[in-house]
């Protein structure tokens, strides 16, 4: 069984800084794309940003130049770098991941339980 495990969130001043990590574990054949979403309240999740083969990226345009994400294939790790905090930013992080369970399984969706950003004066 395939479990994202998230930590590194927290409460944060506007304009500064957390890093978000998320460690795929279990049976794991081959990892796709890994990747972060939010939710804030009373709004749908969006994305955040992520990661292809733990090489290509892509970014919400609202966080592009402020967050960066990194991957460590080898730890099957995703992170997420997240400075210049906005109260915008404010949500449930998750981490999603586009994982084959084993050689005879097709690519599936898994996520993490979610940590809290807060970020206030």
Do not use: H
């Not at 939010?38 to 749908?44: C, D, E, I, N, T």
């Amino acid at each position: 069984q395939v479990q994202l495990v998230e930590s590194g969130g927290g409460l944060v001043q506007p304009g500064g800084s957390l890093r978000l990590s998320c460690a795929a574990s279990g049976s794991i054949f081959s990892i796709n794309t890994m990747g972060w979403y939010r939710q804030a309240p009373g709004k749908q999740r969006e994305l955040v940003a992520t990661i292809t083969s733990f090489v290509s990226t892509n970014y919400a345009i609202s966080v592009k130049g402020r967050f960066t994400i990194t991957g460590d294939s080898a730890e099957k790790t995703v992170y997420l770098q997240m400075n210049s905090l906005k109260p915008e930013d404010t949500a449930v992080y998750y981490c999603n991941g586009n994982i084959r369970p084993t050689l005879w399984d097709i690519f599936r969706d898994y996520w993490g339980q979610g940590t809290q950003v807060t970020v206030s004066s």
